[in-house]
């Protein structure tokens, strides 16, 4: 099967990585890229642990080309980080205990940023519907909630 090259910004940096035709986004940001932060769940677009910005909107790595990422930019977890800062929305999942076994954290944040950078003052439904694509079987979402409402640089005092 031909190589495909590829080329986009990766949490702020350019790369170019060659593909095999048909690949998922999440197979070339893991396997190639070596960025393990989005994770591999179900890998039918059910779980939303795979969640990664492309753009700046939500999208399920493991449902997405990775051709189709061609010049655009994609953010996955890793690109919160900030050396030793935790990002508002990192501090507010500690705070209120949002992450229990942690395995759907990385989409659940990245859901929740994609909201927040859109929307920085949802109402607790839009908090609830941008993360309906995301399983959690262990918080029973409450705490996920109040911490996205919390981390919200528009509601900070409503959680």
């Given at each position: ?46 779980c939303g642990a795979c969640t990664v910005l492309i753009d700046g909107d ?87 909630i109040n911490a996205v409402l919390a981390a919200a640089p528009g509601g900070?005092?409503?959680?």
């Open positions: 099967m031909a190589k495909t090259a590829l080329q986009f910004r990766h949490n702020g940096r350019d790369v170019a990585i060659f593909v095999d035709g048909g690949i998922n986004l999440l197979t070339a940001l893991r396997d190639l890229i070596g960025d393990m932060t989005p994770k591999f769940g179900c890998g039918q677009g059910g939500a999208h399920l790595a493991c449902l997405t080309l990775a051709e189709t990422v061609e010049g655009r930019s994609v953010e996955t977890l890793d690109s919160l980080k900030d050396g030793p800062n935790l990002h508002p929305l990192q501090r507010a999942f500690m705070e209120h205990f949002a992450a229990q076994c942690g395995y759907c954290t990385p989409g659940m944040l990245m859901a929740a940023k994609a909201l927040l950078d859109h929307n920085p003052s949802p109402t607790r439904e839009e908090v609830i519907n941008a993360i309906a694509g995301n399983i959690c079987r262990c918080t029973g979402y409450e705490p996920i900070r005092a409503r959680a």
